[in-house]
């Protein structure tokens, strides 16, 4: 996650809150007025965010001081403090709920995504996120997948080439997929990876006469079709399964020997981690 592009995030985020100006604070704080506020954890967690939100208190005010007592990725539990704030009262009050939006929302991402990440322990597997995220949120979602000890898939559209169900319907098949792909890299002179979803065993077959991918993804697989799928590729390629796995099943899947499991839950489906931004008067 680059500065630049965390700043864009950052400050059309500033722009959408505080609009006009913030009208409750400027009515009844003082300009000239400083303050305290602490961060507190009111749930047991990982912390994910503290590396933005300084970065949102240095670009909305140079003059905010942010002093952290834990780092991204650590155990965090109730009553815990993360960290002190000191500065302009208007400046606390301003950034206050974006803050409290982003570090809940990255703590409760990666505090799934370890939950996660333990159940594979002693597999080979690793556990990838999806591009099921919040627009504009994606780099500070999957920066907090990182976190939590998940791997990042591809970032969008741009990074890879991967060929799902629709691509292979409107292409007019697996085979036509495949070398059209192939043919598109070639004449755009691009080096990308090749992905390829399969929805059976028979479509993993053609795969396999085919070649021309670097990764198989086994959508919809159960682990039984999976470790048949796996012993079939006999690592000719990566594999991947995906496709409504989830905390219950996800071992499962890790067992059959796949490389990775992608878990779409971990960015749409969660939890933000309960924070709270006191004032110390």
């Known amino acids: 996650m680059t500065v630049n592009n965390l700043d864009k995030i950052l400050l059309d985020a500033l722009d959408e809150d505080i609009g006009e100006g913030d009208h409750s604070s400027l009515a009844v704080i003082s300009p000239d007025a400083s303050g305290e506020a602490v961060l507190i954890a009111k749930q047991t ?84 996120d999806t591009r099921k995220t919040t627009p504009n949120m994606r780099l500070l979602e999957k920066e907090a997948v990182r976190i939590g000890g998940g791997d990042n898939h591809r970032m969008g559209l741009y990074d890879m080439i991967m060929l799902k169900d629709n691509h292979i319907d409107f292409a007019g098949g697996i085979e036509s997929a495949i070398v059209q792909a192939g043919n598109y890299l070639r004449d755009k002179g ?57 905390l219950d099943t996800i071992r499962d899947y890790a067992l059959t020997g796949v490389d990775f499991i992608s878990v779409g839950a971990l960015t749409h489906q969660i939890f933000s981690l309960d924070l709270s931004l006191q004032a110390k008067i």
């Open 45 to 128: 967690g990982i912390i994910a965010g503290l590396r933005v939100i300084k970065r949102l208190f240095e670009l909305f005010d140079s003059n905010l001081k942010a002093d952290f007592l834990f780092e991204d990725g650590d155990l965090i539990m109730p009553g815990d403090e993360i960290m002190h704030l000191r500065g302009s009262s208007l400046s606390i009050l301003q950034t206050e709920r974006l803050a409290l939006n982003i570090i809940q929302r990255m703590s409760g991402i990666a505090t799934q995504t370890l939950g996660y990440v333990e159940k594979l322990k002693g597999t080979r597997a690793k556990v990838l």
């Open 190 to 246: 691009k080096d990308l990876q090749v992905e390829i979803e399969v929805r059976s065993i028979n479509e993993l077959k053609e795969v396999l006469v085919i070649g021309g991918v670097n990764r198989i993804m086994l959508d919809n697989f159960t682990p039984k079709e999976t470790r048949l799928a796996i012993s079939m590729i006999d690592g000719q390629y990566e594999t991947e399964s995906s496709g409504g796995i989830s």
